[in-house]
């Protein structure tokens, strides 16, 4: 079945003062009527006569469009007689003219103005402000349930420390060891030409031992578990709180402290500690491979030497820095995650914040380790 052919819109002027408008004024009609209302040429003061009795249809497109011919018509200076327009369409008309001239009461408010760089320094300021004390708010309320926990051994939830356990640690060693292993390869492999040169070759064991037990073993898995866990609490956490499940467990008496953080807290200051011992493994293990293979150290004559030149000191500093970066990871994480608002984007901006903010806090400690450490000259 053929589609009802359409008369388009148009505008005829056969005098200067006369304009006759046929066709189906619609949405459609937009562009070509546009285009006409352009090229009309009335004499100014005039008395010009609008016959639309030839208008078979309109909408409140058609009705803007022959409102804006009779306006432009009268910013001539043209008097303008509409004739012809049926009922129902003239109905149309008197609304959208209704509209425009409630428009032009009451315009919208202008946009406001872009903010300056004084004030974004202010905003950003205050924000600053504002998170920091959330963030020792969090802490004290972290500090006061894990002292309940500690008075009470019974509201320990062991459970979720297994499970935390089993996902932040034994998870987490592929990725650890898959870091670790090359992280010791390049470290004799860039050692290697040094050494070398003044025949030191044995040397690489103080190198590879001290460095990764020391410094890189501890910060790398730190960093590997800022990404991993620090994001997974963070998002975890941020989705309860976009579902009110958070809501939901301190309307049935269930501290989300106690449920969600500490268990995260304990778990991961038991499995970071034991992630950098096996880091320190595959560290020294590759520095070994990559000593024997550019060196020519054999693996006993490494373990030898390695045995004489890093002391339990350099082996317990290292390990005493995954507790405290634990600390950071797990409180940035579980932190950023309650502040998430609103829906699913907030989710993703408080988890992003968390890593970036971990892992800041992370380098920045270690740095603090070392100057500590130097000044007590270990």
């Known amino acids: 079945m053929k589609p009802t052919p359409v008369d388009p819109a148009a505008i005829v002027q056969p005098t200067p003062q006369a304009i006759e408008l046929t066709g189906h004024w619609t949405a459609r009609a937009a562009g070509a009527v546009?285009?006409?209302?352009?090229?009309?040429?009335?004499?100014?003061?005039?008395?010009?006569?609008?016959?639309?009795a030839g208008i078979a249809a309109l909408d409140s497109a058609g009705a803007w469009l022959l409102q804006r011919l009779l306006a432009r018509l009268r910013d001539g200076g043209a008097a303008v007689d509409l004739q012809?327009?049926?009922?129902?369409f003239a109905a149309v008309l008197q609304r959208v003219e209704a509209r425009r001239a409630e428009q032009v009461a009451h315009p919208a408010p202008a946009l406001p103005a872009e903010p300056g760089m004084l004030q974004r320094i202010g905003r950003s300021a205050v924000a600053a402000v504002e998170q920091g004390a959330a963030m020792l708010a969090f802490v004290g309320e972290c500090a006061v349930s894990a002292a309940g926990c500690v008075a009470h051994p019974a509201r320990i939830r062991w459970r979720p420390i297994l499970f935390n356990i089993r996902s932040a640690g034994i998870d987490a060693l592929p990725i650890v060891g898959a870091l670790s292993f090359p992280l010791g390869v390049v470290i004799a492999y860039q050692g290697a030409d040094q050494l070398r040169q003044y025949g030191a070759n044995i040397f690489v064991a103080d190198l590879v031992g001290l460095s990764m037990l020391r410094?890189?073993?501890?910060?790398?898995?730190?960093i590997v578990i800022a990404g991993r866990s620090?994001?997974?609490?963070?998002?975890?956490?941020?989705?309860?709180?976009?579902?009110?499940?958070?809501?939901?467990?301190?309307?049935?008496?269930?501290?989300?402290?106690?449920?969600?953080?500490?268990?995260?807290?304990?778990a991961l200051m038991i499995?970071?500690?034991?992630?950098?011992v096996f880091a320190d493994v595959l560290g020294v293990l590759g520095g070994m491979v990559m000593a024997r293979a550019q060196l020519?150290?054999?693996?006993?004559?490494?373990?030898d030497r390695f045995v004489k030149a890093v002391s339990p000191t350099a082996f317990l500093l290292g390990i005493g820095k995954a507790p405290v970066f634990a600390l950071i990871i797990a409180g940035?994480?579980?932190?950023?995650?309650?502040?998430?608002?609103?829906?699913?984007?907030?989710?993703?901006?408080q988890t992003t914040r968390a890593v970036v903010q971990s892992i800041f806090g992370v380098i920045v400690v270690d740095a603090l380790f070392s100057v500590f450490f130097s000044a007590l000259d270990l």
């Not at 410094?215 to 730190?222: D, G, I, V, W």
């Not at 940035?332 to 901006?349: H, M, N, Y």
């Open 296 to 303: 020519g150290v054999t693996y006993g004559e490494f373990l």
């Open 332 to 349: 940035l994480g579980c932190f950023q995650g309650f502040r998430t608002r609103g829906g699913a984007d907030s989710v993703g901006r």
């Open 215 to 222: 410094e890189f073993a501890p910060l790398m898995t730190a």
């Open 230 to 266: 620090g994001s997974a609490y963070a998002a975890q956490i941020g989705t309860m709180q976009v579902t009110e499940e958070v809501d939901a467990m301190r309307t049935l008496g269930i501290a989300p402290i106690e449920l969600l953080v500490l268990p995260k807290l304990v």
């Open 34 to 52: 546009e285009a006409q209302i352009a090229a009309l040429r009335v004499p100014s003061g005039a008395a010009v006569r609008v016959d639309a």
């Open 84 to 88: 012809g327009l049926h009922a129902d």
């Open 271 to 276: 499995a970071l500690p034991l992630l950098t």
